[in-house]
Nanobody, 115 residues
């Protein structure tokens, strides 16, 4: 079995920064794409950022220039650096990983941006 554990969520003021981390553990043979999704109250879950094993990234337009996704293949970790946070970034953020050709989700971590 594969487990994903997220950390780093919390509260920030507009313009502030947070860094999310996701640790992948368990019986892992191969990890492919890793990504972050978010779900705001009353809205559908949306893709925020994704990174391939080779390091290619894709981010949703609303976070480009503010968020950065990165990964450490040796540690089976994926990160989301969030800068210049806005109130509309408030959501539960979920780590999503393709491991052993299956998709896995983290439990989610709350990010709240308010003054």
């Amino acid at each position: 079995q594969v487990q994903l554990v997220e950390s780093g969520g919390g509260s920030a003021q507009p313009g502030g920064s947070l860094r999310l981390s996701c640790a992948v553990s368990g019986r892992i043979f191969v990890i492919g794409d890793m990504g972050w999704y978010r779900q705001a109250p009353g809205k559908q879950r949306e893709l925020v950022a994704i990174i391939t094993r080779g390091g290619s990234t894709n981010l949703v337009d609303s976070v480009k220039g503010r968020f950065t996704i990165s990964r450490d293949n040796a540690k089976n970790m994926v990160y989301l650096q969030m800068n210049s946070l806005k109130p509309e970034d408030t959501a539960v953020y979920y780590c999503n990983v393709r491991a052993n050709l299956q998709l896995y989700w983290g439990q989610g971590t709350q990010v709240t941006v308010s003054s």
